[in-house]
Structure formats: C-alpha cells, structure tokens
C-alpha cells in the first residue's frame, strides 16, 4: 500500500468513528464502541476494495455488502455519508422517526438491500447472493458480509459457512470483526483467534486472521479473497471495541451506549482530531449489465387434472411449479432434503440450473432465498411446514427485510398420519399470518395448487403457500382461477341453515358432511377460503347473513392463528358467531382419518357441529 | 473384546435390525434402513456400554440415551424389547393410533425423555443433561447422543458443539451415524468421514472415527469417550444405510419406505438369520440418588414497590427470579448474552452456579433448557422476545416433549424505540398461544412480573412470559395476587360505556385513556388481562354484557395472534364484539409513544376508538 493510500484510509475511518459517535450521541443511543472496532474495515472496503455505482444501488453489477453486526449501522451510514451518497448532516438524524437511519439497517434506504440487527442471518444472505452471481447472473460481483464475533455462535453462521464451501463460493467474503466483547460480557473465545481460524479452516474456507486496524492486513486479506479461486474466504480481524477512543476502548458497560454529549463526548471527538477531507477518491464502478430489467412472465400452463381424481395439493405445487419455470426464468428454488416430499424435484428435475440443494439446515435455506430475491429472483423456498419454523427468525426478518420471496410448506396438520406430531405443521399459519403484508394461500386440490403457485409469482412480497400429503379428489375445473383475497363458496343454496368453512383436507371433509346432510334434507353452505390472508371478508360476511349470524371453521392446525381466527378477525367487529373445530391438543401417531376424526376436524365432526348449531 | 462379547452383540444387533423392519413393515411405513445402519452402535450402547436402571426410567443417575435421528425408533423401540423393558409383541404395534410406539419417540413412553424427529435438536438437548449432570447435580451419568449424517448440516448442532466445549462437557458423547445418504439424496459430504472429524475437532472435541458394524470399534471408542477428562467426544461412525439386507444396503429410494410383506420381507428376514436369545446379559444399574425426590418449594419473598414508582417488568422478571431462587433449588436460568437486557443478570448475581450464560445461540438455549427440565429441573430461558422466534422449532418440540420450561422475552413490542423492528417482539404471543397446553403471562407492572414467575414455577408445564421494555408506574400493590387464567378489572363502574382489554405498556395507556374520558364525563371499563391464556373467558363476557356487548383490545403486537384474537376466540361464539389495535404494518425507529401513537395502540387512540364505538 502506498503512503497516500494508507494515509487516506485512516482518515477515512476516523471520520467514520467521528460521526458514528457524533451521530449516537445526537440519538442519544446506539452503539458506537462497535461501530469503531469496524471503523478500518469498513474504510478500506468502501473507499478502496469495493466496487460499486455510487448512482446507482440497483445496479446488478455492484458488489455487495450486508452488514450482519447491524447494531453497527452508524458505520454504515458514516460510510455512505463518507461516500457523498447520502449528506452529512442527514447523519444527526438517526434513530428518529422520521428518518430512514434506523437504529439497525433496513431497506427503506435504498442502498440497504437486507434488514439486519438479528445477529447471525448476514452470512446466509451472501450465499444467496454469491449462488446467484456466480451460477446464475454469472456476474463477477463480490459479496462482503461483516459479521460481528459474538454472532458467530449462532447455528445459522455455521449453515451458510458449510454450504458457501459446498457450492465453492470463491466470490463470498465474509469478515469477522473479534472485539471479543459482547452485549453482556465477553463472548465465547475472546481474543482467541486462532480457534475462529481453525473452525473456519475446518469448514473448507480460505481463512486470514489479521490486525483488524492494520490497513495494510485489511488490504492483503481483501487481495488474498479476491484470488481465491474455488474457496470463500473468511478473514478473521483481532479489533479493539471503542477503539480511537482511550476511555472506551476494550471496556465494559460500553456496548449498547452513545457517548453522552458534554464532556465526554468533547474528549472522545479531541482523541480523533477533526474530520479529513471529503472526496479525493475514486470507486472503480461496474458497468450495467444488459439483462438488468427482468423479462415479462409468459403465459404459464394450465394444469390438466380430471375432477375427481386423487392428487395431493403438494403434487399440484411441485408441477405448478415445474411449469412457472418454464414462463419465468426469474423463479428458483430451494429445498431441505425434502424435495421428493414437498415435490420441488418437479422443478428441479425441469430447470436443474435454477434449483439449489441446500440440504438439511432451514435457517440458511431461507437466508439464500431472501439473498436471491435481492437480486431479483423469484425463490420459492421449500420444507414440510413443521421445519419452515427452524427459520422462523429469518422468516420474521424477511417480512422487515421486504422480501419478494416465495414460501411453501408441505405435510401440513394432522393429515399426514403414522409419522407423528414432530413432522406435523400445526402453527405454520399462524406464523405465516402475523408477518406484516404477507399473503397466504392455502389450496384444497391440485388445480388450486397451480393456480395459487403463478398468482404468488406474481404478487410483490412474500407469500406462504400450503400444502396437504394426502391425495384429495380435485374439485376444480382446469381453467379455474383463484385471484389472491377470494374465496370459492363452493355449496350454496337459500335454504342454507349453516356456513362450514375450510380449506384443504378439511374443505373434502366439508363437502362428504354437505352430501351427508344433504341426504338428510339440511343444506349447508360450504366455503372454500383458499386465501387465508387477505381474507375474502364480504363473502363471508355474506354467507352469516343467511345462516343465522353464524360461521362454523375447520381446519387441519391449532385453534389459535388459522383458518378460524382469520375469520373471527374479519368479522370481529361484526357479532357474527363463529364455531372453530381445530387442533386443540398434541396428536400423536395414527391413520389420517383417525387422527381427523380424534381432533373433532372430519367430516362427522363436522356434521354434529352444524346439527348442534342448528 | 472377548470372543462371546461380540458374539452376543452381534446378535442383538442383528435382532433390533429383524424387529425394525418386522414392526415397519406391519406399519407399512416408517425408516427401517437407517434403523439397520446403526443397529451395531445402538447394540453396544444398549447391551454393554451404558449404565441403567431396566426397572426405573427415572431414576436421575441413568446414563442418558438421546435418539436425535428420530426417524429411527423403531431401533429404539427393538432396543426395549430385547432389553426387556417392553415385550416384543408391542413392538408390532408401531404406529397404531392406540399405541404410543410413535413414528418418531415422544415422551409418552416412561423410558423417552424427549421427542425427536425435528432433526438437530438431540445434542442440544443432551448438552442441558451433561451441564446438569456436571454442574447441579455431580452425577457421574452420561449423555449419549445418537445422530444422524444429514442433520450435521444443522446450525442448532453447530450451537451446541461450541458450547459443549466451552464447558467441557466430558459427559456428552456424540455419535453420528454416517451412512451417507439423506431422504432425497446423498448427504452434504457422503462418506468424507474426515470432513466431520476436522469440524468437530476444531470445535475442541475429542473426536474418533470408527467403522460402525465394526463391533471392537465402536467398543473402544467409547472406552475413549469415557476415559476423555475435559473434552466431549464424537464419535464419527461410517456405516452403510440397510446394512445386514443386500437389496437395500447403500440404495436410493429406501429411506422412508417399509420393506413390503411377503417375497421382499422374508428375503430380507432370510439374510438376517433368526433372532437370537433374548437373555444373558448384565446392564450396570446405578443407586437412585439421595436427592431423586425435589424439595418443596419454600415460601418466595413478596415484591416490594411503591404504588406509582416507575419500573419496567422486566426488572420486575429478574427481582422475582432471584428471589425465587432462594426458595427453590431446583430453578436455573440461561440467557443468550442479553442478560443485562431480560435482567436474568439478577438471578446470576445471586445464584451464579445455577446461571449458565448461552452466548448468542438461541436454539441451543432452548434445547439445553429441554435438557435441564428432563433432570427435574425448572429453567428459566430468557432472550429478547423477538429472538426466541430464533428458537420457535426447539419451542414447538418443547411442547410435544411435554417440558416444564418458563420461556420469558423481553423487549416485546414497538414500545422498546429507537431500536427499530428487527429487536421488537411483536409475534412472540401468537407463536406461543398457539403451543397445545401451554400458558401465557403478560404482567403490566413490576409485581405482577414478580409473581408471575412464582406462578409460572408452580405450573407443570411450558409457561411463557412476556415482559416490556419502557418504565411504567406500578399498579398494584406488593400483596396482590395473579393466578393463572385470572384477570383484574381495573376500572369498573356501573355507568362504564366500553370495556378495554390491554396488558403490558398497553394497560398503562388504558388507564390514561380512562382518566382521560373520565374528566369528559364518560366512563370505561378497564381490564388487564394479564393472563393471555388460558383467558378468563368468564370477566370478558360479564364485561361485554353491561358495555354494549362490545370489546376494545388494545396491545403492542401484531394483529394476529395475540390479545385480540385470544379474546375473539374466547367469546366466539357469543357474537360479542370486538374492536381490535393492534400493530398492523412494519413498524420503524423512533421515540416509544410516538410509535404507540403511529400505530394507533396510545392513550389517545383508545379514546379515539372509545368514542367511536359508543
């Protein structure tokens, strides 16, 4: 490194710890310790290393960068301040509500592409990321992830570090900021940064340890990265917590505090000498690739189903899928070692260049996905329910994160059978339903199943698709449609003394109750309720108006957050009555129809609930 | 290994391979190749290396046997039976409704601590046994883990290597059993046995790789792990899926598939030979320890606060823990480095050998808790609300493994500022309302927290906490009671013209909004519903009877799942009402109340919706 540039660097990165305090102490909270230990880092990548379009965050071309250790997001900021991305004076907004400088980093900024600030999720979306660039863009971008030491316990971490070596990620970095301190004392290894190198190295990784404030390490490391040839590289830097200030530095009850204004903060700003000039630099910008605006989705083809035959609804989302494809050359998919369960082999077995094995290890599976969207593919990412909740910390990020990713869970409820409770999905509605803006989908038959696969396509943001292991008669015809918020009543007549809702394995249980009443002389109004969330409100709003103020639900989930309180929700305000029959204790191993007919959700149950609401 | 050792434990491998795949095949399903690939390990570990009470499953010195790879109970199940703890002819139950020979184990067999078959989880577990053993209670017994290749790839495993090394827990003995092949296809790294040794050497294991039908093999191995002073050891075991049965050893297609009746099953029987005698054999039994049976709890101190004083429950949750601690031996805590944050740091003050600090690892927090309340134990397991999401599949297995485990998140909510949406718990209530048996506490004030963590440790079972960040005046006084499924009407006159529901920050505003109206001359029913469920259906419907058969719920979470949607579903059926704020879109950084106010759950916007609805 020449004199100049080492020199630039440094000033550089002191700017960057004078306004992560500066800014801090404004907000009046934050954490700037850990924004100084990455200050050097930070510098040499954005000023030096990184290449990138300082006009354009879009460009598909750029280098990435996703900060994991995002309680350091005033670096972040500082650093595009530094880069005249954003002003200066902007950086005093911090923290306040109206200001897109979060606490933690979030995508309302334009140059955010992933919310962080749940510790170890970073690295799993630079190996999404990494897999697109180098299998599917075939883009020479890099991905850079700077973690923090303490995230580095996190399970997930180690997911994405054993599948970033298993694809041969030589265009991820990862950097691992050891300031061997963590929130409430030490972290786990302290300085010991042989034991981060060994494990690293253990995995497959080209590994670097090096003094994370010698410039001259950072740049040599950055070097050695880049010419990797077939292995990611994690580059291990010993930092000081608080450094450039001497009363913080390596100190405790430092962690999550701004320097108060006053005193201190005068002797912290007089420690780092005034800010260095602005500009004098050049960031090597990479051209915009020809393929950047995604092509229009073709028409996707219909599914071809006779009614009545026997298909499971997770048959119909593997074929969906297999078919979206072809139309879509935008749309991936993941899968967890389940993929001959869930059905995405359909996929795979048609667009195995677009199909990513990520074996068993949930958490990653969704981190890539959400990598992936932020390149602008459309993943859908698949498990058995039951295991999409290894991941429901990343699943809640990707909503704060606002992925436009696709998920889909297979072996829903009880249904499944002689398996038992641990590979039924029992709560996945109720996860899938919280997230702010998500959609979800649930469909009864195969045609259902396809349909709903393009329609979640081609809605923006996420979407939860579930889907049922036993085969059902389809009920639909092929050219059926099933727009996102609908429902299908499904039985309708105007003596109707009573409204079932359901959807899936339970909306066949509905219709055998229907034909059985039926034969008894008592019409019932059956209502399919494809999409769980939005809620087609006025249809059954409509259908209690003539069923005595009344709606009975059925579902294959716990009573709490499913089918039933979707509907209660809708109507809350309303005094409509509404019957759950659900999943209201632990099952246990059996035949499907005995397991539904235990838990009160077959199509007996159903019968004596409208005889007694009747 | 003498001659008629091995002898032996051939044949009682060869029989545990004869009974899974009899019993699977009466099922018609289930895994019995990877019940025949560890078959020789099981064997040894069953019939010669463990030490174990055959006439008390609860006895606390049993060595400790984990099937983390669940899909093989069958072996499990054999293992019983020619252990003679169950007779044979059960074993042809498998899978049936009415026996609880499960799919995968569960607890409601006596000798099953722990459900499995969520893949991963097993070590974590047994790292909550072997601290227990090592720590509290200085038991000499051992925890044997068995798992499987595929879920290596598991972050959870990776979390609980790191932190079995840091304690070093030479108790723990690991074997993974690699036979190379996953459910939909070969496994991350197939037979690269030394890939597996590298990693987990790394972590600072004693790791041994073994041929696993090789009988002297697996005996010294664990000869070594018993001999190990400081470290766990892993044992790496090649083996070959549907060893002892030529058409099926090392081939696709065969993971979760029985052997089918008639010409397949007896050429598999064929091979196997008969079963060999069911008897001559010793298995060490260890003394009950003096202490088996728990100490009653003694009497807990009563909170002690001034009516008024502003205190956040949080602080009220870790004043209560310590204290309990003092009256009850058998309570611990563990806490994922936020200690300082959930104020676990106060029971670690006082209780330090009963603290386990976790490090940023939440899924081995809660699997290690699972381990802990299996040796009679009552852990408390404490993170950021919004982080136990981290965990919510180790939450789930919590509840099918029937634990006594107190979860408490903190930081619920939008109230917590500045932060920002990634460190708000804002879908902690849905996610655990909807656990089957489980128990719900949101305490408004710090003694409500105080004694509802005396409450949740009097309750069998899984107890949920959620505690705020934000001082708040305390509301009642230090001689006030919470059962469990009760509620406190707060304000309550016979002129009331709307009843609010609230708990947590949300109560301190209904109670301004009541002054508020009040003043105006309009008065309301207020009631903290401290107990989110089970609910007290009962004052909820007494209330809406004589306020305009109407509800107003008002919380700090999203939509789904919480305090509105428990209370729908507790008046469902009546067609009651119900008004519901709530948090409805992605929330961002800023001051608490000018959050509360933007997401309309404020003083102000519950006298907004008041005058609405009347």
Redesign the interface.
């Given at each position: 490194m020449t004199q100049d540039l080492r020199a630039f660097l440094k000033q550089k990165a002191d700017n960057l710890r004078i306004h992560s305090i500066i800014s801090t102490s404004e907000?009046a909270?934050?954490h700037p310790t850990t924004c100084m230990s990455a200050a050097d880092i930070v510098a040499t990548l954005f000023f030096h290393a990184m290449r990138y379009d300082r006009h354009n965050p879009h460009n598909l071309n750029n280098d990435r960068f996703i900060l994991s250790k995002?309680h350091a997001a005033p670096l972040l900021y500082a650093a595009w301040a530094e880069a005249g991305i954003i002003s200066v004076d902007n950086l005093l907004d911090l923290?306040?509500?109206d200001?897109?400088l979060?606490?933690?980093p979030?995508p309302?900024l334009d140059w955010v592409d992933v919310?962080?600030?749940?510790?170890?999720q970073g690295l799993s979306i630079g190996v999404g990321m990494a897999l697109n660039g180098k299998f599917l863009d075939k883009s020479d971008y890099r991905v850079y992830v700077l973690m923090g030491d303490?995230?580095s316990?996190?399970?997930?971490?180690?997911?994405a570090v054993?599948?970033a070596s298993?694809y041969k990620l030589n265009n991820l970095i990862g950097i691992v900021d050891v300031n061997g301190r963590?929130?409430?004392?030490p972290?786990?290894y302290g300085f010991d940064i042989d034991?981060y190198c060994?494990?690293f190295?253990?995995?497959?990784w080209n590994t670097i340890a090096i003094d994370g404030h010698n410039l001259d390490d950072i740049l040599s490391a950055l070097d050695s990265a880049k010419a990797s040839a077939i292995q990611p590289t994690m580059i291990v830097a010993k930092t000081i917590k608080g450094k450039g200030v001497s009363f913080v530095e390596d100190k405790e009850g430092w962690h999550g505090k701004a320097i108060p204004k006053g005193e201190q903060l005068d002797a912290a700003l007089d420690e780092l000498g005034p800010l260095g000039s602005n500009g004098g630099f050049q960031i090597e910008t990479p051209a915009v690739p020809s393929n950047q605006a995604a092509a229009e989705m073709r028409e996707v083809a219909p599914p071809d189903y006779r009614i009545g035959e026997d298909v499971a609804s997770r048959s119909g989302y593997g074929a969906g899928l297999a078919k979206l494809g072809d139309a879509n050359p935008q749309v991936v998919a993941l899968?967890a070692?389940?993929?001959?369960?869930t059905y995405a082999?359909q996929f795979m077995e048609k667009h195995g260049n677009r199909y990513f094995?990520m074996?068993?290890?949930?958490?990653?599976l969704v981190g890539s996905g959400i990598g992936l969207s932020k390149c602008g593919k459309v993943p859908f990412v698949s498990s058995f329910a039951?295991?999409l909740?290894?991941s429901?910390?990343q699943i809640?990020?990707s909503?704060?994160s606002?992925a436009n990713i696709k998920y889909a869970g297979s072996h829903a409820g009880i249904s499944i059978?002689?398996?038992?409770?641990?590979?039924m999905g029992?709560?996945d509605l109720?996860?899938f339903?919280?997230?702010?803006?998500s959609v979800v989908l649930y469909p009864s038959d195969a045609v259902a199943a396809e349909r709903l696969v393009v329609e979640a396509a081609r809605h923006e943001g996420i979407v939860y698709i579930r889907t049922s292991r036993p085969k059902t008669p389809v009920i639909y015809a092929s050219d059926e449609h099933f727009p996102i918020g609908g429902s299908k009543t499904l039985r309708e007549d105007s003596n109707d003394v009573a409204t079932v809702v359901a959807a899936g394995v339970t909306l066949n249980e509905a219709l055998k109750a229907y034909d059985q009443l039926k034969s008894e002389g008592i019409s019932i109004r059956v209502i399919d309720l494809y999409s769980v969330k939005p809620v087609d409100t006025e249809s059954l709003l409509r259908a209690a108006a003539v069923t005595n103020?009344t709606l009975i639900t059925v579902e294959d989930h716990?009573?709490?957050?499913g089918i039933?309180?979707a509907v209660?929700?809708a109507v809350?305000?309303?005094?409509?009555?509404?019957?759950?029959l659900a999943?209201?204790?632990?099952p246990?191993?059996?035949?499907p129809d005995?397991?539904m007919e235990?838990h009160g959700i077959s199509a007996a149950s159903i019968v004596r609930k409208v005889r007694e609401t009747i």
């Open positions: 907000a909270s934050g995002g923290r306040r509500i200001s897109d979060e606490g933690h979030t309302r919310a962080t600030g749940s510790l170890g303490g995230e316990a996190e399970g997930g971490v180690w997911e054993a599948l298993y963590g929130q409430s004392g972290t786990m034991s060994r494990r190295e253990s995995f497959g899968d070692d389940v993929k001959n369960s082999e094995e074996f068993i290890a949930e958490q990653n039951a295991f909740t290894r429901a910390d809640r990020m909503a704060i606002q059978g002689e398996d038992g409770p641990s590979q029992l709560e109720a996860m339903r919280t997230l702010p803006g103020n716990y009573r709490e957050g039933g309180d209660l929700d809350a305000s309303c005094g409509v009555k509404v019957h759950k999943v209201t204790s632990l246990r191993s059996g035949k005995e397991l235990q």
